[in-house]
């Protein structure tokens, strides 16, 4: 294989590697990347799926506006740099991607970009991604002799690595000491203790670890005496010490090593905490969320639904910004009380004049969502099967309504029978939003017959390798 093909199996493969992974710990995701070997070389983009569509004339102003400035500063940036050393710089931001740039003495210039999913619950891990792409890239670009598929590999399982490379990362940064802690092995240890059933019973309670010299901040309720300390790696017996914090404000307190006791205090500053809530839990680097943790493995998902979709058909009905804000604030919040709950329900959100009618129980009268009990009342009305009729007035309308319709060429049997009732009786109704929250939390805005918030499993697959196109190429598709 000549030079110039394994350079390009190199690039396509570690974006593979990237796409894959993210799309595991996050939504299925999009890679690209911006890179220009050498400094006289032109600068070249590698996407596949077209992330950066619609971004041209930003582009357009950094890499042609400024004749070639943007060269003079990453080599200011890399001169007198050591060998291997990658300079990050993150100054151009698009919206609605996570990038990452890297510069260095043996590979000029490289931006990778990626997805910025609305519901994650940070995006510095996958930050932390992109950064371990580049850094791969330039060792496979500059050698003959790397086995290409194992940076692929690698890419593919960074999750629990990206995480604790944020975590190390912040830590080094903003602690006045060398921590002693082995952050890798913690999160290992915090997966584990997440898949660990007592006497059939999800765990629940928050575990988190702080270094040892920081243990005399701690305001502990009792301790353990130090001999008699459980290592952290026997989750079982973690397991059964979590049941004396679940559903309180105490918390376990480790040094990364073995349990040291109880407290009821804050989660100090960078500290990392375990939250249990059952068969799911977040991931806490001191009280911001990093992510979440579920069958057996870290995702970037906050686990509340962002229905992006249905606040803009809201804001778009002639409701007025007041009401339609918050109508859009009680759905959300009854929308999660049901997915916290695990229960499947269905909203119908009736933006006409005169409400539609439909088979169920008519409240007389009907009650006001301004009334926070009302509200409390509705989500039990949630819970009986059958859907909650809301109408524009901010009302209540009826519940355990029953939603029918003539079938539909694209409904979906796999959902089952509260999806597709609700696909059917929108169809046939206009100016009427139908919200479906699955008992295996999964929510569908549905309009006109449409699901909006759905996302295509459909890929763009290609029988040949892409080839990396130039930049003023790419450009000229979209506004030169």
């Given at each position: 294989m000549n030079q110039t093909s394994y350079q390009k199996l190199c690039i396509a493969n570690i974006l593979k590697g990237v796409e894959e992974g993210l799309s595991k710990y996050s939504n299925y995701s999009r890679v690209a990347l911006i890179f220009a070997a050498s400094e006289d070389d032109p600068v070249r983009v590698f996407d596949p799926q077209n992330i950066l569509r619609g971004h041209e004339s930003k582009?357009?102003?950094?890499?042609?506006?400024?004749?070639?400035?943007?060269?003079?500063?990453?080599?200011?940036?890399?001169?007198?740099?050591?060998?291997?050393?990658?300079?990050?710089?993150?100054?151009?931001?698009?919206?609605?991607?996570?990038?990452y740039t890297g510069?260095?003495?043996?590979?000029?210039?490289?931006?990778?970009?990626?997805?910025?999913?609305?519901?994650?619950?940070?995006?510095?891990?996958?930050?932390?991604?992109?950064e371990q792409a580049s850094s791969l890239l330039v060792h496979d670009y500059n050698s003959k002799v790397s086995a290409l598929n194992s940076s692929d590999y690698v890419l593919k399982n960074y999750s629990l690595q990206a995480i604790a490379d944020f975590i190390i990362d912040q830590r080094e940064e903003n602690l006045g000491f060398d921590s002693k802690m082995m952050i890798t092995p913690v999160l290992n240890d915090i997966l584990n203790i997440s898949k660990t059933r007592e006497e059939g019973s999800w765990v629940r309670g928050v575990l988190f670890f702080i270094d040892p010299q920081r243990l005399e901040e701690i305001p502990f309720i009792t301790k353990i005496q130090k001999y008699e300390r459980p290592v952290i790696s026997n989750v079982k017996h973690i397991r059964k010490l979590l049941v004396a914090v679940e559903n309180s404000q105490r918390k376990l307190v480790s040094d990364g090593c073995t349990i040291i006791g109880v407290t009821d205090c804050e989660i100090p500053e960078y500290a990392i905490a375990a939250d249990f809530r059952g068969d799911y839990g977040f991931l806490r680097f001191g009280k911001?969320?990093?992510?979440?943790?579920?069958?057996?493995?870290?995702?970037?998902?906050?686990r509340k639904a962002r229905m992006v979709e249905l606040e803009e058909i809201l804001l778009d009905s002639g409701l007025g910004i007041n009401k339609a804000t918050f109508l859009f604030q009680t759905v959300s919040n009854l929308v999660h009380e049901a997915a916290k709950a695990r229960h499947g329900?269905?909203?119908?959100?009736?933006?006409?004049?005169?409400?539609?009618?439909?088979?169920?129980?008519?409240?007389?009268?009907?009650?006001?969502?301004?009334?926070?009990?009302?509200?409390?009342?509705?989500?039990?009305?949630?819970?009986?099967?059958?859907?909650?009729?809301?109408?524009?007035?901010?009302?209540?309308?009826?519940?355990?309504?029953?939603?029918?319709?003539?079938?539909?060429?694209?409904?979906?049997?796999?959902?089952?029978?509260?999806?597709?009732?609700?696909?059917?009786?929108?169809?046939?109704?206009?100016?009427?939003?139908?919200?479906v929250v699955s008992s295996d939390r999964p929510v569908s805005i549905i309009d006109n017959g449409i699901e909006l918030n759905s996302f295509s499993l459909w890929r763009p697959v290609y029988q040949f390798t892409p080839e990396p196109v130039n930049l003023e190429k790419y450009l000229n598709k979209g506004i030169l």
């Open positions: 582009l357009k102003a950094v890499f042609y506006d400024n004749h070639d400035g943007w060269k003079s500063t990453v080599k200011e940036k890399i001169t007198g740099q050591p060998h291997g050393y990658i300079v990050s710089d993150n100054k151009l931001l698009l919206s609605g991607l996570i990038s510069c260095s003495n043996e590979f000029f210039y490289q931006m990778w970009f990626t997805d910025h999913h609305p519901d994650m619950c940070s995006i510095y891990p996958t930050q932390r991604w992109l911001k969320k990093t992510s979440s943790f579920f069958d057996g493995s870290f995702h970037s998902t906050t329900c269905t909203l119908v959100i009736d933006l006409n004049d005169t409400p539609v009618h439909l088979s169920g129980h008519v409240l007389d009268p009907s009650l006001s969502l301004l009334e926070p009990k009302n509200q409390q009342f509705a989500c039990s009305l949630l819970k009986i099967d059958g859907a909650v009729h809301i109408t524009s007035d901010l009302n209540i309308h009826g519940f355990a309504c029953l939603l029918d319709g003539k079938a539909i060429n694209w409904e979906n049997m796999a959902r089952g029978a509260r999806y597709n009732s609700a696909m059917r009786f929108s169809a046939e109704h206009s100016n009427v939003i139908v919200v």
